[in-house]
């Protein structure tokens, strides 16, 4: 079953290419969604697929790639958006 994460991801996480990461993180675990970089500098990225998908994705998430430091990840569930491919917003 697929379900819908909203998550929030603090720290040093901007010009670190986390949004270009999780990109590649999410194909890899066949998610699909969106990221975009936030005014407060946070990461908020919408992202669906299975469960199992979806807590390896939260768990790359909580280290991020190389060069940032994650201090902070919220995750929500919310509604499902059908979302069809993942996208990396501006």
């Known amino acids: 079953m697929r379900m819908h994460l909203n ?33 407060d500098e946070s990461v908020y990225l919408e992202v669906e697929g299975k469960k199992e998908d979806l ?15 994650v201090e902070k990840v919220e995750v929500v569930e919310g509604p499902l958006q059908n979302f069809t491919e993942f996208i990396v917003k501006r």
Do not use: T
């Open 7 to 39: 998550i929030k991801v603090s720290g040093r996480v901007q010009g670190v290419f986390f949004r270009h990461n999780s990109a590649s993180k999410a194909i890899e675990f066949g998610i699909s969604g969106f990221v975009r970089n936030e005014p």
């Open 55 to 69: 807590d390896g994705f939260v768990a790359w998430c909580r280290n991020g790639p190389p060069f940032s430091k």
